[in-house]
DNA sequence: GCGACAG
DNA sequence: ATCTTGTCGC
């Protein structure tokens, strides 16, 4: 039973395309091709978690949803909550994905015509370490954790696989940060980006010491030196991924991770202020 | 052996 | 993750 279990979670994780919409590298649509807009890839949904700076355990999850076309936000949704789960690097789906689960869970029940086809997630794919186990997660967690982790054999298990897998939605992981894992580190990355072999590259894959693609760093702006770091989360492969976060680049980060940055940090810094009015009148 | 480690 | 000011450059 436990073995079974473990094989459907297995076979749960794609890291190849899954997805029943179309991408254009151009992303330009012939003539007549009206009655078929379903099938092309619209609304892209990004992702973030802020917290409050009053309390630390407070903290917001946030989902926008963007038009692939005009890169404009057509959705937007909050959450507040505690949360009890301390960060520990390598578990960050635990503190982070119940909330972005519910959120997305909830635009779904609700039949919203823009829910995303694709979600983008501040946070890393299969770009994540695995077995290693740490103390401040309770049993519950880590036995929730091996079950998820023990059956891939290729890759790891971060935030972005977390939600793809139990949303069921095709997701990419954008980390800002390089979580090491199997050799690499930010001092080879740039090494290997600021190469001369490299010096037209903007885009590295991501090899580890055991030969093994995780994904790649990308200089996503001309005039940045520190790279993002893109990976596979759910039923999408890496050369697609770039692809498509290539095309949602207009500043560092790609516009669905930006938005959710953004105006998340935005919703708990008004709430924050509200907060301190009443203060003042009390 | 110890430290490094997404957000 | 979060605080915060100015500063440089397109």
Not at 96 to 113: F, Q, S
Not at 143 to 159: E, I, V
Not at 241 to 255: F, G, L, S
């Amino acid at each position: 039973m436990g073995r079974g279990e473990q094989e459907i979670l297995r076979e749960k994780l794609m890291t190849e395309d899954n997805f029943t919409w179309k991408l254009l590298s151009t992303q330009d649509k012939g003539e007549g091709s009206k009655e078929k807009e379903d099938e092309w890839l619209r609304y892209i949904g990004g992702v973030d978690v802020s917290f409050s700076n009053d309390d630390s355990s407070m903290a917001c999850g946030t989902l926008v949803v963007l038009d692939f076309n005009t890169l404009k936000v057509v959705y937007e949704d909050f959450s507040l909550v505690t949360l009890h789960v301390p960060y520990v690097p390598g578990f960050l789906a635990f503190r982070e994905a119940p909330v972005l689960v519910e959120i997305l869970d909830k635009m779904k029940r609700n039949g919203n015509p823009f829910y995303p086809q694709l979600l983008m997630v501040d946070g890393n794919g299969i770009l994540h370490p695995r077995g290693k186990l740490f103390f401040p997660l309770s049993l519950h967690h880590l036995l929730f954790m091996w079950k998820l982790t023990k059956p891939l054999t290729c890759a790891g298990f971060g935030l972005a696989c977390h939600i793809g897998v139990v949303a069921d939605l095709p997701t990419i992981g954008i980390g800002k940060n390089l979580h090491h894992v199997d050799g690499l580190d930010q001092s080879k990355v740039r090494e290997l980006l600021g190469a001369k072999e490299n010096s037209s590259k903007d885009l590295i894959t991501l090899v580890g010491s055991s030969g093994h693609i995780w994904g790649a760093a990308m200089r996503s702006t001309k005039a940045s030196v520190k790279p993002i770091y893109i990976s596979s989360g759910h039923r999408i492969s890496l050369q697609t991924a770039i692809r498509i976060v290539q095309m949602t680049c207009k500043y560092r980060v790609p516009e669905p991770v930006r938005q959710a940055d953004i105006r998340s940090r935005d919703y708990i810094r008004k709430l924050e202020m509200n907060a301190k009015r009443k203060n003042r009148f009390a």
